[in-house]
């Protein structure tokens, strides 16, 4: 009998083990660890701060889920990924051998590579429910004192679609509650151009979300480099195709959502293995 092992129970790797499960003979065993006990849907994140949806209402308890289907569920945190020994340490000591394993862990959210980002800064995340949790509070403070928003991706950064989800989220819900001219807006990115997404454009994502921009008079800084962020400000360099510094920027803000660069989690990272 052969084990599979499934690390991680994201939107990666809950369909990994149920696509394997559901394509190997009953003689083998599908195992899924997560340090979650839930599966949450990560593109409903930015819907969770102005209120179009709740964190209970992405959640779902995997136990139950995993049990009906017959594959195994640990809900501890790996600590190391060990190839050579073929075997997942975990957080309580103990080890899980493997004879093939499934890396679906998602990122490391590299908050501490600019001074001042993420939840435990001075600004909101929606990479986890629980920090979109975190920013639909802050939104609330924000709406009984409306100021200046800034929202984008700073560098390193590799997803870059929730950023310009969230920013017209906001502007949607400003309207909505007729105080978006009180709400100047700024997006801040490191792509080379508003619609690159990391990918060099999709189709004429440059023309038509420029467009958008203007359309809802919303501000834009590309090749921007964030340098630290302090409470209630974002200090800014703008730099040109070259990466030479072009301009500084200092965005004062009340409110701002700014997608970290990703890594790979602790456990995968820091193993040291040929091919990994």
Not at 54 to 72: C, D, N, R, W, Y
Not at 213 to 235: C, F, H, P, Q, S
Not at 257 to 268: E, N
Request: charged share 25%.
């Amino acid at each position: 009998m052969a084990r599979i092992v499934v690390l991680g129970a994201g939107i990666g790797g809950v369909p990994m083990a149920f696509e394997m499960k559901e394509n190997i003979s009953n003689d083998h065993q599908v195992t899924v660890i997560s340090d979650s006990p839930t599966f949450h849907f990560v593109p409903s994140n930015p819907w969770v701060p102005p209120k179009w949806r709740t964190p209970e209402e992405l959640k779902i308890e995997l136990a139950p889920v995993f049990e009906k289907k017959g594959i195994e569920f640990i809900q501890k945190a790996a600590i190391k990924v060990d190839p050579e020994n073929s075997k997942i340490e975990l957080d309580d000591g103990s080890a899980v051998e493997y004879d093939y394993l499934i890396i679906a862990t998602g990122p490391r959210l590299a908050f501490d590579e600019v001074p001042g980002l993420g939840p435990d800064g001075h600004t909101s995340s929606v990479c986890h429910v629980d920090h979109a949790a975190i920013a639909a509070q802050d939104w609330e403070k924000f709406m009984e004192n409306p100021g200046p928003i800034v929202v984008g991706a700073v560098q390193g950064a590799s997803c870059f679609g929730p950023a310009y989800e969230y920013l017209m989220i906001l502007e949607t819900e400003l309207r909505k509650r007729k105080i978006r001219d009180q709400v100047p807006m700024t997006f801040v990115t490191s792509e080379p151009y508003v619609g690159h997404l990391g990918l060099g454009g999709v189709g004429d994502t440059k023309g038509m979300l420029e467009s958008a921009l203007r359309e809802k008079t919303i501000n834009w800084i590309t090749n921007a480099k964030v340098d630290k962020i302090e409470e209630g400000m974002m200090y800014v360099t703008e730099v040109d195709e070259n990466a030479q510094e072009k301009q500084k920027h200092e965005l004062p803000f009340k409110h701002s959502m700014m997608l970290p660069a990703f890594t790979g989690i602790d456990a995968v990272r820091h193993t040291k293995a040929e091919g990994l």
